[in-house]
């Protein structure tokens, strides 16, 4: 009913109307052609495209091929994730993970999001694997418009914010013996040397 009204809002700010909606960017294109003054006989596109929960992958093709409108031009899907469920707040992760956050920011609260971002946690979640992904830090909006851009980078004193939530979550768990202790340990040595000697970040 107030879609209309809705819908154009949502679309002066890019990054919430993701959100709501399909997505498609170009990442590549590509012709094998060295030559300036010939047209090249074929050229490829590659798409990076992220449909809502449930949306049908054939229906959205035939949208784009309806759209093109133009015989010429094939489209092929190369790689899919597969379907999966989210992971449940019920899972001891979930609560361990809460509650490591909750003693950094006392004043915070954990919420379960939608995010347009892929990650590798729905590898996991098609196989039964509870996941969670998060980055425990507080940090800059300029720093956030840099992820996956030009220039992309975090400030380097940030990175002990989340190192010390994931060791309290890791300690949780081994407290409450969800892990077991030496793939335990290998997690916080992984983590330390992960936090505190990455040269992908600069200050």
């Known amino acids: 009913m107030f879609k209309w009204i809705i819908v154009p809002q949502l679309r002066k700010q890019p990054k919430l109307f993701a959100l709501f909606s399909n997505t498609i960017t170009l990442t590549s294109i590509s012709c094998n052609n060295d030559i300036i003054n010939s047209i090249p006989n074929t050229t490829t596109a590659i798409l990076d495209c992220r449909l809502l929960p449930e949306e049908s992958r054939d229906d959205?093709?035939?949208?784009?091929?309806?759209?093109?409108?133009?015989?010429?031009?094939?489209?092929?899907?190369?790689?899919e994730m597969p379907e999966f469920k989210a992971s449940t707040e019920e899972s001891i992760f979930y609560k361990h993970l809460n509650n490591a956050i909750a003693k950094a920011h006392p004043d915070g609260h954990v919420l379960k999001m939608f995010s347009p971002n892929f990650n590798d946690t729905g590898i996991f979640r098609v196989k039964g694997v509870p996941a969670f992904s998060t980055i425990p830090v507080q940090i800059d909006l300029k720093y956030l418009r840099t992820i996956h851009s030009y220039n992309e980078r975090i400030p380097r004193g940030i990175l002990n914010q989340g190192k010390n939530i994931y060791v309290d979550f890791l300690k949780n768990c081994l407290h409450n013996n969800t892990l077991k202790l030496t793939w335990d340990c290998e997690l916080l040595i992984l983590f330390n040397k992960c936090f505190s000697h990455s040269n992908s970040f600069r200050n």
């Open 60 to 79: 959205f093709l035939v949208e784009i091929q309806n759209k093109i409108n133009n015989e010429l031009v094939k489209i092929s899907v190369i790689y």
